[in-house]
């Protein structure tokens, strides 16, 4: 099974960019689709991003859409989340997973890493 470290987090003001990467060791790294999601204090952890096994489909929650962008290097077995203007409402921890779209193109993480923290001041 492949296991996933992320790291790149930190304080940024409001309007910078992170970027955030996630290395996976183990398991077949370029088979899977991987995504990221956050979880900002007291509340439910949300969907941010994934992107196809190839790389090259992509789909973003509706509040980060033009910001952020999800890309995958195989041979690097790294994915990554550059995130622009970011905003205080932004502010939590962000979780890289591998997973794969079901029949209805549903995506399904089975694996996580750690989290890393994002804090944007205003």
């Known amino acids: 099974q492949v296991q996933l470290v992320e790291s790149g987090g930190g304080l940024v003001q409001a309007g910078g960019s992170l970027r955030l990467s996630c290395a996976a060791s183990?398991?077949?790294?370029?088979?899977?689709?991987m995504g990221w999601s956050r979880q900002a204090p007291g509340k439910e952890r949300e969907f941010v991003a994934t992107?196809?096994?190839?790389?090259?489909?992509?789909y973003y929650a509706d509040s980060v859409q033009g910001r952020f962008t999800i890309s995958k290097d195989n041979a690097k077995n790294t994915v990554y989340l550059q995130m622009n203007s970011l905003k205080p409402e932004g502010t939590a921890v962000y979780y890289c997973?591998?997973?794969?779209?079901?029949?209805?193109?549903?995506?399904?993480?089975?694996?996580w890493g750690q989290g890393t923290q994002v804090t944007v001041s205003s």
């Open positions: 992107i196809g096994w190839r790389g090259g489909s992509t």
């Open positions: 997973n591998a997973g794969a779209f079901n029949y209805h193109s549903d995506y399904i993480p089975t694996t």
């Open positions: 183990g398991g077949t790294f370029s088979s899977h689709a």
